[in-house]
Nanobody, 127 residues
C-alpha cells in the first residue's frame, strides 16, 4: 500500500512563494506518475500539475502555468511543487496523488486517474 504525506503548506502573502513536498512510502515511487491537485472550500478538487515517472514530462493547469513547477527526486521518493507569485485564489488544500501508470496522458488531469492520495496540506495566501 502506497502512503503519501504532504508538507510545506502555510500562510503566505500574495506574491510570495512556498514549496510543497510529498513523501511516498510503501510502493515503487520511481515507477509512478505523480500529480498535485487542490481543493478550495465549497469547490471541487482540481488539477494543478503532474509529472511522469522519470521527471522528463510535466503538465500544468493553465491557472498555474509559469508560476508553479513540479519536480521529483526518485532517490528520495519525493515529489515537489514550487509555487511562486502566489495569489489569493491559490488558497486551498493541496493534495499529492500517485498514478501507477508511468506516463502522462489525457487522463492525468482527472482525479479518476490516480490510485493513491495524501491527506493534504493547507495553503493560505493573504491579499
Amino acid at each position: 500500500q502506497v502512503q503519501l504525506v504532504e508538507s510545506g503548506g502555510g500562510l503566505v502573502q500574495a506574491g510570495g512563494s512556498l514549496r510543497l513536498s510529498c513523501a511516498a512510502s510503501g510502493g515503487t515511487f520511481s515507477s509512478y506518475a505523480m500529480g498535485w491537485f487542490r481543493q478550495a472550500p465549497g469547490k471541487e478538487r482540481e488539477f494543478v500539475a503532474a509529472i511522469n515517472w522519470t521527471g522528463g514530462s510535466t503538465m500544468y493547469a493553465d491557472s498555474v502555468k509559469g508560476r508553479f513547477t513540479i519536480s521529483r527526486d526518485n532517490a528520495k521518493n519525493t515529489v515537489y511543487l514550487q509555487m511562486n507569485s502566489l495569489k489569493p485564489e491559490d488558497t486551498a488544500a493541496y493534495y499529492c496523488a500517485a498514478d501507477t501508470r508511468r506516463s502522462l496522458n489525457r487522463g492525468s488531469r482527472s482525479i479518476k486517474n490516480y490510485d493513491y492520495w495524501g491527506q493534504g496540506t493547507q495553503v493560505t495566501v493573504s491579499s
